[in-house]
């Protein structure tokens, strides 16, 4: 079985500003993704993800807690990324 996943690079050009999640169990950065829902487009599930990533919601992910975004400038972002 397999999975499919949907990630995004959110960016506001003018700023150069992105937005990363830290997961402070592992103090590991990554870009926002997660996993497509059942009936849900990728192009959907990018959207819901992008909202709920940047939103913080809650649901009911287990990980979810270890997880917070952050809006970094991209330069930060890259060096963050490249670990």
Do not use: C
């Amino acid at each position: 079985d397999f999975m499919l996943g949907a990630g995004m690079v959110i960016i506001q050009p003018a700023t150069a500003n992105v937005v990363l999640i830290h997961e402070a169990a592992k103090n590991f950065w990554f870009l926002p993704k997660g996993r497509k829902d059942v009936g849900e487009s990728l192009e959907q599930a990018v959207l819901r993800e992008a909202h709920e990533e940047v939103r913080h919601l809650k649901t009911g992910m287990p990980d979810e807690a270890h997880y917070q975004a952050h809006v970094l400038k991209l330069r930060q972002a890259l060096d963050l990324l490249e670990g």
